[in-house]
């Protein structure tokens, strides 16, 4: 049994170690997606001491910074002190993907107008979720993630000690030559990141195939379904609707000390504003759980989900996305995520000198008998 799990795993890893490498070096990037944007387009940057203004006048900038046959779905918050709030359209831009107009928070200056997938992190995000692909690379990926945690499963299986050995299991050899110094190495970093590995696989398949996900766990505990309210129709020529800052305050109140982070702005007549915010015991903290819908004219909360007493399937589900961008970690949780993205495509390296060194000594050895023979 060992033996055939080191052959599928020695020559699986030739085959998919460089996808697999590429995958988690975007992943590592994306733990920091918007820090690092900022800090290359600097320009998105303002004063992080300012006093923010009403949303309403952002969202009337953004929309006269768009096309005006764009039509605004969501505006995503300022996610810190200084970062500017992003309004989305999506299909804006000429070749029909989404535009993003970034505000800075306390004025309605245009920062920045960009397409979603032509600048440098949106790239890496669409290429880490899809390999840029569409919906044929993200089963790759999704593929990719089933044999990552393979990896992880009968690494740790090959490495498991007999009994008496545990001592030298993790033992580093550095006076054995270059060889048996990249074979605990590679022994040493695959076992000590397997887990984290192994939560990343684990958590991107279900982030990529979310509809078998979502059946598996509705098998084990029920799943609940999240509302779909709409606003009450009315003659809209007399019916004025409510301003987006007049929903946050009807959403605010359901959630208390809560932080907004996106707006869903009404797309028909007969839609609502959908609020998304975060509690302080939130794991996905980047994102927001906490849901709230309120009528577009009245300003009525028509429905409201708290992830904090939401089913266990549901929570178990909620869970996946900052489980997986480090989101749920914390900054030094972030941090180990960033160098567990990194660890495949060190463990490929130094699979590969491995296979490159054995293949060569079996070749000078085949070589070296046949000169025998032939003598």
């Not at 733990?31 to 923010?52: G, M, Q, W, Y």
């Not at 918050?77 to 993003?100: I, Q, T």
């Not at 007049?246 to 996106?262: D, M, Q």
């Not at 609020?275 to 302080?280: E, P």
Request: charged share 15%; glycine share 8%; hydrophobic share 45%.
């Amino acid at each position: 049994m060992r033996n055939v799990l080191l052959k599928l795993h020695k020559y699986a890893g030739l085959i998919f170690g460089v996808l697999l490498s590429l995958i988690g070096i975007s992943g590592s990037l994306l733990v920091f997606d918007h820090a690092i944007d900022e800090a290359l387009t600097p320009e998105l940057r303002s004063n992080p001491s300012a006093k923010p203004i009403e949303l309403e006048s952002v969202i009337s900038a953004a929309r006269e910074a768009a096309p005006n046959d764009a039509t605004l779905s969501r505006l995503y918050l300022s996610r810190a002190a200084g970062s500017p709030h992003v309004a989305r359209f999506p299909g804006g831009a000429n070749d029909g993907k989404a535009l993003e107009v970034s505000i800075a928070p306390d004025s309605t200056d245009v920062l920045a107008v960009r397409v979603w997938g032509n600048y440098p992190m949106t790239w890496l995000y669409s290429f880490h979720h899809s390999l840029t692909a569409g919906q044929t690379g993200k089963y790759i990926v999704g593929t990719m993630g089933i044999a990552l945690l393979f990896f992880c499963l009968s690494g740790i299986v090959i490495w498991w000690p007999r009994r008496g050995q545990w001592r030298g299991a993790l033992r580093i050899e550095r006076h054995k030559g270059a060889m048996r110094l990249n074979y605990d190495l590679h022994k040493f970093i695959g076992i000590f990141f397997s887990v984290l590995l192994g939560l990343s696989a684990f958590t991107g398949i279900g982030l990529i195939f979310h509809g078998p996900m979502e059946a598996a766990v509705n098998f084990v505990s029920p799943v609940s379904k999240l509302p779909s309210p709409s606003s009450a129709p009315r003659n809209t020529i007399e019916t004025q609707a409510i301003s987006a800052d007049i929903a946050v305050a009807k959403a605010s109140a359901v959630f208390p000390g809560a932080t907004l982070k996106r707006i869903y702005l009404p797309d028909s007549d007969t839609a609502s504003y959908q609020l998304l915010l975060t509690q302080s015991e939130e794991a996905w903290t980047n994102y927001g759980a906490s849901k709230v819908w309120v009528d577009q004219y009245t300003g009525e909360v028509l429905a409201s989900w708290n992830p904090l007493t939401a089913p266990m399937g549901n929570k178990f589900l909620i869970w996946q996305f900052p489980l997986h961008s480090g989101d749920a970690l914390g900054l030094g949780g972030r941090w180990l995520l960033l160098i567990t993205g990194i660890t495949p495509t060190v463990l490929f390296g130094s699979g590969v000198y491995l296979w490159w060194k054995k293949r060569q000594r079996r070749l000078s050895n085949q070589r070296r008998n046949k000169n025998k023979l032939s003598t």
